[in-house]
Each structure stands twice: as C-alpha cells, then as structure tokens.
C-alpha cells in the first residue's frame, strides 16, 4: 500500500545534540510537510517543499532545517534540542496539480524526547 | 489571521447515540474545511472535506455540515462505537497549500 513512514518512531536526544528525523513516502506526491504537534494542540506547520522548493513557515525557528534530496525523502534536521523541542513530529504529504484542497496524507509520526 | 476553535473539552458519550462535534472559525469563510481523525500516538488521518458552497457532505456513518452564517462546522458520528474514540480535528483551507488545523476534540464513546 502506498504510505508515508517516518523513522524512527520514538527518538531520544540529548540537550543540544544535533538530530535528523526521516520520512518517505511511495505516493509519488509533489508537496512534502513537516508539522510540530505538542500534547493537546494543533499540529503546527514547520516548512514545505513544493518538489524542490523549500517554503519556510515566518515563525519557524533556525532552529529548524529540512532536506529533500528526492521525491521520495524528506529529512528534519534539529540543529541544537532545546527542552522545548520536545513534541511529535509529522511528516505528511499532498499532491499539487488536483483541483481544489490538498488532503494531507501523514505518517506515523516520530515522538521526540529531549533529555 | 483567521483562527479556527474547536470544542476544548473532551466529549464523552454512550454507545449507540450521535456525537456532534463543532469547530467555528473567525473572519473570512475558508473555502474548504476538512476534519481529520487523530489516535494517540499517530498521525492524523483524513475523513472528510466540505466545500464552502455545499451544506452537508456524508460517507458512512460520518456527517459534516458548514455553516457560512455561523462560521461553523458541525461533524457527527451516528450510532457511535467505542472504536469510534480519537481526537477529531477541524482544517480550514483557503488556498490549495494552506491547511490551519484546530486543538481537536478528544471523543470517547463508553460502551
């Protein structure tokens, strides 16, 4: 089945060490997204990438990098975890060029733990 | 900006009754609005989407109504089952890329 998976599922770093969170997808979708989730709340948008086009969210903090050397992958880069870092990161995908929305397409998510 | 709220309280209800859910938006009518069903622990999963020019859209047991003169949305789940329990999240598109989500209501259905 065609999918969004997101590695690892659980990830624990320590305060100021740098991590990479994963996501791919095999829907062939054009518009990759990564979304900040804490406990009770919205999912907030970090960043997306239109193909190649990477579209940073004002508020995003530098903090926060992301990569998509593909279609296919799309990588989180925490460059220094601060306590309040800690959330669930969404990796979720849509495909642009169909009329009207676009329905998000997630995955897993990956629950990070800054120690 | 636009802000989309969502009942902020958990909603509990009995086996077999409708649960209704409301999500109510400030300012400009968005174009779509589109809920999502979220378990603990997962990613949020896509139920249903409403067009601003259509009063009621439904799929199985689901029901989603739009209200442009109220700035609501109502979600119903009918002959709810306890695995119908998840938190339920409103979306508000204005544009193709653009999907601002609500905290979600927590729903637990008791048997």
């Known amino acids: 089945d065609a999918m969004v998976i997101q590695n690892p599922r659980y990830q624990v770093t320590q305060f100021g060490k740098p991590v990479t969170l994963s996501c791919s997808q095999t829907?062939?979708?054009?518009?990759m997204y990564w979304y900040q989730q804490k406990s009770s709340q919205a999912p907030k948008l970090l960043f997306h990438y239109y193909d190649k086009d990477f579209n940073n969210e004002a508020d995003t903090p530098d903090n926060f990098q992301s990569r998509r050397p593909n279609t296919s992958f799309c990588f989180l880069d925490i460059r220094s975890p601060g306590l309040g870092d800690a959330a669930m990161y969404l990796c979720a995908t849509s495909r642009d060029g169909d009329r009207g929305p676009q329905v998000r397409y997630f995955g897993p998510g990956t629950r990070l733990t800054v120690l | 900006s636009q802000k989309i709220e969502q009942n902020s309280e958990a909603l509990n209800i009995q086996e077999g009754k409708t649960a209704t859910l409301t999500c109510n938006y400030t300012n400009y009518s968005p174009a779509y609005l589109q809920w999502y069903r979220q378990d603990p622990g997962r990613g949020p999963v896509f139920l249903l989407l409403?067009?601003?020019?259509?009063k009621e859209k439904r799929k199985e047991r689901l029901k989603v109504t739009f209200d442009t003169t109220l700035k609501q949305s109502l979600f119903h789940i009918t002959a709810s089952q306890p695995a119908d329990s998840a938190t339920y999240l409103c979306?508000?598109?204005?544009?193709?890329?653009?999907?601002?989500f609500g905290s979600g209501t927590q729903l637990t259905v008791l048997p």
């Open positions: 409403i067009r601003e020019n259509e």
């Open positions: 829907l062939n979708h054009n518009v």
């Open positions: 979306a508000h598109s204005g544009s193709a890329r653009q999907l601002t």
